[in-house]
Protein backbone atom coordinates (compact mmCIF):
# COMPACT_ATOMS: atom_id res chain seq x y z
CA UNK A 1 0.00 0.00 0.00
CA UNK A 2 1.39 3.27 -0.60
CA UNK A 3 2.51 6.00 2.04
CA UNK A 4 -0.34 8.45 1.37
CA UNK A 5 -2.84 5.91 1.18
CA UNK A 6 -1.45 4.27 4.31
CA UNK A 7 -2.18 7.96 6.26
CA UNK A 8 -5.18 8.25 4.78
CA UNK A 9 -6.48 5.06 6.50
CA UNK A 10 -5.31 6.31 9.28
CA UNK A 11 -6.71 9.14 9.51
CA UNK A 12 -9.50 7.45 8.42
CA UNK A 13 -9.52 5.34 12.03
CA UNK A 14 -8.86 7.82 14.75
CA UNK A 15 -11.47 9.82 13.47
CA UNK A 16 -14.06 6.95 14.16
CA UNK A 17 -12.78 6.33 17.70
CA UNK A 18 -14.06 7.27 20.96
CA UNK A 19 -16.59 13.97 24.19
CA UNK A 20 -17.64 17.72 25.95
CA UNK A 21 -15.62 19.46 23.60
CA UNK A 22 -15.04 23.05 24.95
CA UNK A 23 -10.82 23.04 24.65
CA UNK A 24 -8.66 23.74 27.56
CA UNK A 25 -5.33 25.37 27.14
CA UNK A 26 -1.94 24.16 29.06
CA UNK A 27 0.80 26.00 28.55
CA UNK A 28 3.52 23.32 28.15
CA UNK A 29 6.19 25.56 27.38
CA UNK A 30 6.98 29.03 27.48
CA UNK A 31 9.81 31.91 26.35
CA UNK A 32 12.52 33.04 28.63
CA UNK A 33 12.18 36.65 28.87
CA UNK A 34 8.74 37.26 27.95
CA UNK A 35 8.14 40.78 28.47
CA UNK A 36 6.31 41.46 32.42
CA UNK A 37 2.73 43.20 32.24
CA UNK A 38 -0.01 44.40 34.54
CA UNK A 39 -3.68 43.34 33.65
CA UNK A 40 -5.67 44.41 36.68
CA UNK A 41 -9.12 43.21 37.04
CA UNK A 42 -11.84 45.07 34.87
CA UNK A 43 -13.74 46.71 37.75
CA UNK A 44 -17.50 46.47 37.85
CA UNK A 45 -19.04 49.65 38.15
CA UNK A 46 -23.05 48.25 38.21
CA UNK A 47 -25.05 46.30 40.79
CA UNK A 48 -22.41 43.97 42.61
CA UNK A 49 -25.46 41.34 42.78
CA UNK A 50 -25.65 40.94 39.42
CA UNK A 51 -21.65 41.26 37.63
CA UNK A 52 -20.84 41.17 34.03
CA UNK A 53 -20.69 37.04 32.85
CA UNK A 54 -17.01 37.24 31.73
CA UNK A 55 -13.97 38.37 33.66
CA UNK A 56 -12.35 40.95 31.01
CA UNK A 57 -9.67 41.50 32.52
CA UNK A 58 -8.63 37.77 33.09
CA UNK A 59 -9.14 36.93 29.49
CA UNK A 60 -7.08 39.68 28.46
CA UNK A 61 -4.18 38.26 30.31
CA UNK A 62 -4.97 34.53 29.34
CA UNK A 63 -4.90 35.71 25.69
CA UNK A 64 -1.44 37.61 26.20
CA UNK A 65 0.07 35.06 28.34
CA UNK A 66 -0.28 32.09 25.84
CA UNK A 67 1.09 34.18 22.93
CA UNK A 68 4.29 33.01 24.52
CA UNK A 69 5.41 37.61 24.49
CA UNK A 70 4.23 38.29 28.14
CA UNK A 71 4.34 37.13 31.54
CA UNK A 72 1.43 38.54 33.16
CA UNK A 73 1.44 39.55 37.22
CA UNK A 74 -0.64 37.26 39.27
CA UNK A 75 -3.34 38.99 40.64
CA UNK A 76 -2.20 37.65 44.15
CA UNK A 77 1.09 40.09 43.63
CA UNK A 78 -1.06 43.26 42.80
CA UNK A 79 -0.53 46.05 45.41
CA UNK A 80 -3.29 48.28 43.63
CA UNK A 81 -6.35 47.53 41.82
CA UNK A 82 -7.04 50.92 39.89
CA UNK A 83 -9.47 51.22 37.33
CA UNK A 84 -9.03 54.90 36.25
CA UNK A 85 -5.72 56.79 35.24
CA UNK A 86 -5.93 59.20 38.48
CA UNK A 87 -6.00 55.91 40.77
CA UNK A 88 -2.59 54.74 38.72
CA UNK A 89 0.13 55.38 40.86
CA UNK A 90 3.24 53.99 38.62
CA UNK A 91 5.75 53.49 41.34
CA UNK A 92 3.62 50.62 42.88
CA UNK A 93 3.89 48.92 39.10
CA UNK A 94 7.98 49.99 39.16
CA UNK A 95 8.90 48.23 42.25
CA UNK A 96 7.05 45.05 40.94
CA UNK A 97 8.94 46.01 37.80
CA UNK A 98 6.14 45.32 35.58
CA UNK A 99 6.85 47.30 32.00
CA UNK A 100 3.27 47.45 31.48
CA UNK A 101 -0.17 48.12 32.61
CA UNK A 102 -3.78 47.43 31.38
CA UNK A 103 -6.12 48.97 33.28
CA UNK A 104 -10.32 48.90 32.94
CA UNK A 105 -13.81 49.47 33.50
CA UNK A 106 -16.92 47.90 32.99
CA UNK A 107 -20.20 49.99 33.34
CA UNK A 108 -24.19 48.83 32.43
CA UNK A 109 -25.12 50.27 29.22
CA UNK A 110 -29.27 49.93 28.67
CA UNK A 111 -30.94 46.67 29.32
CA UNK A 112 -28.66 43.85 28.80
CA UNK A 113 -25.71 45.68 27.75
CA UNK A 114 -22.27 47.10 28.51
CA UNK A 115 -19.58 49.65 28.16
CA UNK A 116 -16.36 48.64 28.08
CA UNK A 117 -13.06 50.96 28.78
CA UNK A 118 -9.74 50.04 29.17
CA UNK A 119 -6.33 51.92 28.90
CA UNK A 120 -2.59 50.61 27.88
CA UNK A 121 0.26 52.32 30.28
CA UNK A 122 4.21 52.39 29.55
CA UNK A 123 5.62 52.05 33.36
CA UNK A 124 8.81 53.60 33.41
CA UNK A 125 7.73 56.31 31.34
CA UNK A 126 4.38 56.76 32.96
CA UNK A 127 2.90 57.63 29.71
CA UNK A 128 -0.51 56.19 28.82
CA UNK A 129 0.28 54.28 25.33
CA UNK A 130 -3.88 53.55 24.30
CA UNK A 131 -6.84 53.79 25.52
CA UNK A 132 -9.90 52.60 23.53
CA UNK A 133 -14.28 52.16 24.91
CA UNK A 134 -16.86 49.34 23.68
CA UNK A 135 -20.34 48.75 23.42
CA UNK A 136 -21.26 44.81 23.89
CA UNK A 137 -23.69 42.68 24.88
CA UNK A 138 -23.01 39.94 27.27
CA UNK A 139 -22.60 37.42 24.75
CA UNK A 140 -20.18 39.34 23.06
CA UNK A 141 -17.93 40.61 26.11
CA UNK A 142 -15.42 37.60 25.66
CA UNK A 143 -15.18 38.79 22.07
CA UNK A 144 -14.43 42.42 23.29
CA UNK A 145 -11.85 41.06 25.85
CA UNK A 146 -10.09 38.83 22.39
CA UNK A 147 -9.63 42.50 20.52
CA UNK A 148 -8.65 44.03 23.78
CA UNK A 149 -5.87 41.96 24.15
CA UNK A 150 -5.43 41.97 20.38
CA UNK A 151 -4.91 45.94 20.67
CA UNK A 152 -2.52 45.28 23.10
CA UNK A 153 -0.41 42.50 21.61
CA UNK A 154 -0.24 45.16 18.45
CA UNK A 155 1.05 48.26 20.18
CA UNK A 156 3.76 46.45 22.48
CA UNK A 157 4.99 44.13 19.50
CA UNK A 158 4.02 45.51 16.48
CA UNK A 159 2.63 42.33 14.89
CA UNK A 160 -1.02 41.75 14.83
CA UNK A 161 -2.81 39.93 17.46
CA UNK A 162 -4.98 36.42 16.29
CA UNK A 163 -6.92 36.24 19.83
CA UNK A 164 -10.12 37.45 18.01
CA UNK A 165 -9.99 34.50 15.33
CA UNK A 166 -11.63 31.25 15.46
CA UNK A 167 -10.53 27.67 15.10
CA UNK A 168 -12.45 24.97 13.19
CA UNK A 169 -11.66 21.40 14.22
CA UNK A 170 -13.28 17.68 13.95
CA UNK A 171 -14.40 16.20 17.39
CA UNK A 172 -14.85 12.19 17.23
CA UNK A 173 -17.06 10.56 19.77
CA UNK A 174 -19.02 7.32 20.51
CA UNK A 175 -17.02 3.86 19.40
CA UNK A 176 -16.30 2.58 16.09
CA UNK A 177 -19.36 0.73 16.02
CA UNK A 178 -21.62 3.90 16.83
CA UNK A 179 -19.18 6.61 16.10
CA UNK A 180 -20.24 10.62 16.61
CA UNK A 181 -18.35 12.95 14.70
CA UNK A 182 -18.85 16.95 13.89
CA UNK A 183 -17.08 19.91 12.85
CA UNK A 184 -16.97 22.42 15.57
CA UNK A 185 -15.74 25.68 15.27
CA UNK A 186 -14.31 27.84 18.96
CA UNK A 187 -12.69 31.05 19.92
CA UNK A 188 -8.91 30.63 19.25
CA UNK A 189 -9.04 30.38 23.12
CA UNK A 190 -11.01 26.98 22.22
CA UNK A 191 -14.34 28.87 24.16
CA UNK A 192 -17.49 29.08 22.81
CA UNK A 193 -17.82 25.83 20.65
CA UNK A 194 -20.45 25.46 18.20
CA UNK A 195 -21.59 22.46 16.41
CA UNK A 196 -20.87 23.30 12.26
CA UNK A 197 -22.15 19.85 11.11
CA UNK A 198 -22.22 16.48 13.01
CA UNK A 199 -22.44 12.97 11.24
CA UNK A 200 -22.30 9.90 11.90
CA UNK A 201 -19.78 9.01 9.04
CA UNK A 202 -16.46 10.42 8.65
CA UNK A 203 -16.23 14.82 8.53
CA UNK A 204 -12.54 15.85 7.31
CA UNK A 205 -10.34 18.67 6.05
CA UNK A 206 -12.06 21.86 7.33
CA UNK A 207 -10.33 24.47 5.34
CA UNK A 208 -11.51 28.36 5.69
CA UNK A 209 -12.47 31.04 3.44
CA UNK A 210 -10.21 33.80 3.46
CA UNK A 211 -13.38 36.08 4.74
CA UNK A 212 -13.84 33.90 7.64
CA UNK A 213 -17.32 33.58 6.91
CA UNK A 214 -17.54 29.78 5.27
CA UNK A 215 -15.86 26.42 5.73
CA UNK A 216 -15.21 24.24 2.77
CA UNK A 217 -14.97 20.43 4.19
CA UNK A 218 -15.15 16.47 3.35
CA UNK A 219 -18.10 14.71 4.22
CA UNK A 220 -18.84 10.98 3.87
CA UNK A 221 -22.96 11.24 3.89
CA UNK A 222 -24.01 8.63 2.24
CA UNK A 223 -21.27 5.98 2.50
CA UNK A 224 -18.82 8.64 -0.17
CA UNK A 225 -16.89 11.48 -0.49
CA UNK A 226 -18.04 14.65 -1.05
CA UNK A 227 -16.77 18.19 -1.18
CA UNK A 228 -19.36 20.73 0.90
CA UNK A 229 -19.00 24.65 1.08
CA UNK A 230 -20.81 25.55 4.29
CA UNK A 231 -22.05 29.30 5.74
CA UNK A 232 -20.54 29.67 8.94
CA UNK A 233 -23.33 31.96 10.33
CA UNK A 234 -26.61 30.58 8.51
CA UNK A 235 -25.42 26.97 8.66
CA UNK A 236 -26.94 26.90 4.68
CA UNK A 237 -24.78 24.41 2.68
CA UNK A 238 -24.10 22.78 -0.57
CA UNK A 239 -22.40 20.13 -2.65
CA UNK A 240 -19.49 21.29 -4.45
CA UNK A 241 -18.43 17.88 -6.03
CA UNK A 242 -19.72 14.17 -5.44
CA UNK A 243 -17.87 12.31 -8.18
CA UNK A 244 -16.87 8.73 -8.09
CA UNK A 245 -13.68 7.72 -6.45
CA UNK A 246 -11.69 10.53 -3.93
CA UNK A 247 -13.31 14.09 -3.54
CA UNK A 248 -10.93 15.44 -0.69
CA UNK A 249 -8.28 18.63 0.50
CA UNK A 250 -10.67 21.25 -0.68
CA UNK A 251 -8.32 24.64 -0.22
CA UNK A 252 -9.53 28.17 -1.02
CA UNK A 253 -7.67 31.07 -3.29
CA UNK A 254 -6.61 34.06 -1.38
CA UNK A 255 -9.38 35.91 -3.12
CA UNK A 256 -12.11 33.10 -2.56
CA UNK A 257 -12.91 32.63 -6.20
CA UNK A 258 -11.63 28.95 -6.63
CA UNK A 259 -11.30 26.08 -4.71
CA UNK A 260 -8.63 23.63 -4.95
CA UNK A 261 -9.16 19.82 -4.97
CA UNK A 262 -7.63 16.29 -5.14
CA UNK A 263 -10.07 14.56 -7.17
CA UNK A 264 -9.92 10.94 -8.89
CA UNK A 265 -12.61 10.89 -11.05
CA UNK A 266 -10.21 10.68 -14.12
CA UNK A 267 -8.33 7.77 -12.91
CA UNK A 268 -5.07 8.92 -10.59
CA UNK A 269 -5.55 11.57 -7.57
CA UNK A 270 -4.50 14.61 -9.18
CA UNK A 271 -4.98 18.45 -7.98
CA UNK A 272 -8.00 20.40 -9.95
CA UNK A 273 -8.76 23.94 -9.23
CA UNK A 274 -12.35 25.05 -9.38
CA UNK A 275 -14.05 28.30 -10.55
CA UNK A 276 -16.76 28.23 -8.43
CA UNK A 277 -19.12 31.48 -9.51
CA UNK A 278 -19.08 28.78 -12.76
CA UNK A 279 -18.38 25.65 -11.01
CA UNK A 280 -16.17 24.72 -14.00
CA UNK A 281 -13.14 22.41 -13.08
CA UNK A 282 -9.95 22.84 -14.52
CA UNK A 283 -7.07 20.00 -14.16
CA UNK A 284 -3.47 21.67 -12.76
CA UNK A 285 -1.68 18.32 -12.35
CA UNK A 286 -1.62 15.17 -14.35
CA UNK A 287 0.27 12.43 -13.13
CA UNK A 288 0.49 8.48 -12.74
CA UNK A 289 1.39 9.16 -8.65
CA UNK A 290 -1.03 10.45 -6.13
CA UNK A 291 -1.10 13.85 -5.63
CA UNK A 292 -3.30 15.21 -3.01
CA UNK A 293 -3.15 18.20 -0.01
CA UNK A 294 -3.10 21.42 -1.95
CA UNK A 295 -2.39 24.58 -0.42
CA UNK A 296 -2.38 28.05 -2.13
CA UNK A 297 0.37 30.54 -1.88
CA UNK A 298 -0.24 33.91 -0.38
CA UNK A 299 -0.08 35.94 -3.73
CA UNK A 300 -2.18 33.09 -5.64
CA UNK A 301 0.45 32.24 -7.65
CA UNK A 302 1.11 28.85 -6.84
CA UNK A 303 -0.03 25.65 -5.30
CA UNK A 304 2.21 23.19 -3.05
CA UNK A 305 0.54 19.77 -2.50
CA UNK A 306 2.17 16.60 -1.78
CA UNK A 307 3.19 13.67 -4.33
CA UNK A 308 4.67 10.18 -4.08
CA UNK A 309 6.05 10.33 -7.49
CA UNK A 310 9.43 10.38 -5.98
CA UNK A 311 8.67 7.32 -4.14
CA UNK A 312 7.67 9.03 -1.64
CA UNK A 313 5.40 11.63 -0.25
CA UNK A 314 7.16 14.97 -1.10
CA UNK A 315 5.82 17.96 -1.33
CA UNK A 316 6.00 19.98 -4.86
CA UNK A 317 5.31 23.44 -6.14
CA UNK A 318 3.08 24.25 -9.45
CA UNK A 319 2.18 27.49 -10.55
CA UNK A 320 -1.48 28.18 -10.98
CA UNK A 321 -1.42 28.77 -14.61
CA UNK A 322 0.33 25.36 -15.32
CA UNK A 323 3.33 23.90 -15.59
CA UNK A 324 6.31 21.67 -14.45
CA UNK A 325 5.70 20.85 -10.66
CA UNK A 326 9.01 21.93 -8.41
CA UNK A 327 10.41 19.79 -5.71
CA UNK A 328 10.42 21.63 -2.73
CA UNK A 329 11.57 18.95 0.44
CA UNK A 330 14.83 16.70 0.38
CA UNK A 331 15.16 16.27 3.86
CA UNK A 332 13.42 13.22 5.61
CA UNK A 333 11.47 10.41 3.78
CA UNK A 334 8.67 11.54 4.12
CA UNK A 335 7.15 15.31 3.67
CA UNK A 336 3.07 16.10 3.35
CA UNK A 337 0.34 18.30 4.12
CA UNK A 338 1.91 21.74 3.45
CA UNK A 339 0.46 25.08 4.14
CA UNK A 340 2.03 28.75 3.69
CA UNK A 341 2.56 31.59 6.24
CA UNK A 342 0.71 34.27 5.53
CA UNK A 343 3.69 36.32 4.53
CA UNK A 344 4.56 33.57 1.99
CA UNK A 345 7.86 33.21 3.79
CA UNK A 346 7.55 29.79 5.47
CA UNK A 347 6.10 26.56 4.77
CA UNK A 348 4.76 24.28 7.37
CA UNK A 349 4.35 20.43 6.88
CA UNK A 350 4.93 17.38 8.06
CA UNK A 351 7.56 15.39 8.21
CA UNK A 352 9.07 11.53 9.42
CA UNK A 353 11.89 11.68 11.69
CA UNK A 354 12.90 8.16 12.48
CA UNK A 355 9.16 6.97 13.05
CA UNK A 356 7.84 9.97 14.28
CA UNK A 357 5.43 11.93 12.56
CA UNK A 358 6.18 16.19 13.50
CA UNK A 359 5.53 19.32 12.78
CA UNK A 360 8.37 21.28 10.29
CA UNK A 361 8.60 24.47 8.83
CA UNK A 362 10.88 25.41 5.89
CA UNK A 363 12.31 28.78 4.69
CA UNK A 364 11.86 29.03 1.12
CA UNK A 365 14.18 31.79 1.11
CA UNK A 366 17.16 29.95 2.27
CA UNK A 367 15.72 26.47 1.79
CA UNK A 368 16.43 25.33 5.65
CA UNK A 369 14.15 22.95 7.61
CA UNK A 370 13.54 23.11 11.33
CA UNK A 371 11.34 20.49 13.55
CA UNK A 372 9.27 22.20 15.49
CA UNK A 373 7.36 19.45 17.74
CA UNK A 374 8.42 16.53 19.69
CA UNK A 375 5.37 13.82 19.28
CA UNK A 376 5.02 10.53 17.59
CA UNK A 377 2.06 11.32 15.08
CA UNK A 378 1.96 15.24 14.97
CA UNK A 379 -0.51 15.88 11.27
CA UNK A 380 -2.53 18.62 9.82
CA UNK A 381 -0.61 22.41 10.90
CA UNK A 382 -2.28 25.42 10.05
CA UNK A 383 -0.53 29.13 11.03
CA UNK A 384 -2.56 31.57 12.87
CA UNK A 385 -3.44 34.68 10.46
CA UNK A 386 -0.70 36.79 12.40
CA UNK A 387 1.77 34.11 11.47
CA UNK A 388 3.31 33.91 14.97
CA UNK A 389 1.37 30.31 16.06
CA UNK A 390 1.22 26.52 14.63
CA UNK A 391 -2.30 24.60 15.20
CA UNK A 392 -2.03 20.87 14.96
CA UNK A 393 -3.23 17.49 15.81
CA UNK A 394 -1.44 15.46 17.52
CA UNK A 395 -1.60 12.32 20.15
CA UNK A 396 -2.21 12.63 23.61
CA UNK A 397 -2.66 9.61 26.70
CA UNK A 398 -4.54 8.05 23.75
CA UNK A 399 -6.00 10.54 22.65
CA UNK A 400 -6.09 12.71 19.83
CA UNK A 401 -5.97 16.47 20.67
CA UNK A 402 -4.81 19.89 19.49
CA UNK A 403 -1.61 21.51 19.60
CA UNK A 404 0.14 24.67 19.13
CA UNK A 405 3.55 25.61 18.57
CA UNK A 406 5.38 29.02 17.66
CA UNK A 407 7.17 29.18 14.99
CA UNK A 408 10.31 29.92 16.12
CA UNK A 409 9.52 26.40 18.28
CA UNK A 410 10.00 28.30 21.96
CA UNK A 411 6.48 28.14 22.30
CA UNK A 412 4.61 25.07 22.94
CA UNK A 413 0.53 24.23 24.13
CA UNK A 414 -2.10 21.64 24.38
CA UNK A 415 -5.50 21.98 24.01
CA UNK A 416 -7.45 19.38 24.89
CA UNK A 417 -11.31 18.45 25.73
CA UNK A 418 -12.58 16.32 28.79
CA UNK A 419 -13.26 13.27 26.11
CA UNK A 420 -13.17 12.17 22.74
CA UNK A 421 -10.83 12.76 19.92
CA UNK A 422 -9.89 16.04 18.56
CA UNK A 423 -8.07 16.47 14.50
CA UNK A 424 -7.47 18.15 11.45
CA UNK A 425 -7.28 21.76 12.97
CA UNK A 426 -7.64 24.87 10.63
CA UNK A 427 -7.37 28.65 12.03
CA UNK A 428 -9.41 31.32 10.71
CA UNK A 429 -8.24 33.95 8.84
CA UNK A 430 -8.72 37.86 9.99
CA UNK A 431 -12.46 38.43 10.03
CA UNK A 432 -13.26 41.10 7.05
Not at 128 to 150: E, K, P
Not at 233 to 239: D, H, L, P
Request: aromatic share 10%; hydrophobic share 40%; charged share 20%.
Amino acid sequence: MKPLLQLFLLLLVLGAQAGRAELVIEITEGVEGALPIAVVPFRWSGDPASPPPQKVGRIVAADLHRSGYFKPLPESQMLAFPATTAEVDFRDWRALKQENLVIGEIAPNGPGGYKVNFKLFDVYKGEQLMGYSFATTARDLRSVAHHIADLVFETLTGKPGAFATRIAYIVSEGTIEKPRISLRIADSDGHNSQVIVSSSEPLMSPAWSPDGRKLAYVSFENGRPSIWIQEVFTGKREKVTSFKGINGAPAWSPDGRFLAMCLSKDGDPDIYVMDLARRKLRRLVRHWAIDTEPAWSPDGRYIVFTSDRGGSPQIYRIPVTGGKAQRLTFENGYNARASYSPDGKLLTFITRVGRQFRIAVMDLARGSTTVLTDGSLDESPSFAPNGSMIIYATRYRGKGVLAAVSTDGRVKQRLATQSGDVRDPAWSPFYQ
